[in-house]
């Protein structure tokens, strides 16, 4: 999985971000005070009648800059702290829910909360393929090892394959639990689907495990195939759909999918 190295979604970006805005906040109130000291001040008065005239004015416009300064100070406070960061994904939406620690006498007959993940025989009209079946597409794919794990499944159309779904977890894979402690599940999702070159990608409610949920159409010349993915603190899996025609109905199949192979207790 190809990670930016600076992630625009994550919580010290917005803080540098924040920072930034009050520094340059900062310099621009300098900057007016200093370029407006002469204007402030007024002419050299010449005469008594004249110097209360412009200590007069001069009160008037150093009040007008320093109601200036104070709007510029204000716009720069609301813009710093409008900056809101998200949390790295591995702290964003639990793969398990732990269980509260507990006395020994506490935990007497309690289970660990755990997760299996493998993947479902059939799930709506799409059904598993295994053995020489699943070998010959292993074969015909096998240019880039996939990470995770990743299974092919016969469809509801004409095609020989209706879905690839893929998925990797942090229990398989160290680099996968590393990437998702520095960066977002948007900056994951983001790469996904720009790595894919897919369109018209919308977000749909990710289900019960939580976590985001997007599809997207690719390009292709044999019609118009749907790429769901999903990702949450522990998982980042995507489902390529071959034979369904709306990304509205391909994120229902894709939800599907993910709670056929993902089982937690």
């Known amino acids: 999985m190809i990670m930016s190295s600076i992630d625009p979604d994550s919580q010290s970006f917005a803080d540098g971000q924040a920072v930034g805005t ?16 002469a204007w402030r001040r007024g002419p050299v008065p010449t005469s008594a009648v004249a110097a209360e005239h412009v200590t ?7 009040n007008i800059v320093r109601g200036v ?13 409008s900056f809101e960061g998200e949390p790295p994904a591995a702290e964003a939406a639990p793969a ?5 620690v507990q006395t020994p006498s506490a935990t007497a ?58 998925i990797n977890a942090v229990e398989w894979d160290a680099n996968l639990a590393e ?19 897919a369109t018209e990608v919308t977000a749909f409610e990710a289900g019960p ?12 010349t044999t019609g118009r195939p749907i790429l769901c993915a999903w990702a949450d603190s522990g998982t980042s899996a995507q489902v390529l759909l071959a034979d369904e025609k709306s990304l509205s ?11 056929g192979s993902e089982k937690r207790s």
């Open 22 to 37: 009050l520094l340059v906040t900062a310099v621009a109130m300098v900057v007016i005070w200093f370029t407006t000291k």
């Open 56 to 62: 007069a004015l001069a009160m008037r416009r150093g």
């Open 69 to 81: 300064l104070l709007a510029v100070a204000a716009v720069g406070l609301i813009r710093a702290f």
């Open 96 to 100: 398990v829910q732990a269980p509260a």
């Open 109 to 166: 007959g309690a289970s660990e909360a755990k997760r299996v993940i493998d993947a479902a025989p059939r799930i709506g009209g799409y059904r598993l393929l295994s053995g020489a079946e699943a070998a010959e597409y292993e074969r015909k794919t096998s240019g880039k090892k996939p990470s995770g794990k990743r299974w092919f499944y016969d469809g509801p159309g004409e095609g020989p394959v209706g879905a690839v779904l893929q």
């Open 179 to 197: 990437a998702k402690r520095s960066h977002t599940m948007t900056s994951e999702m983001r790469n996904v689907f720009a790595g894919a070159r």
């Open 209 to 220: 495990w939580g976590g985001q949920l997007s599809c997207g159409f690719l390009a292709s």
């Open 249 to 259: 109905k391909a994120a229902e199949v894709a939800l599907q999918f993910r709670g």
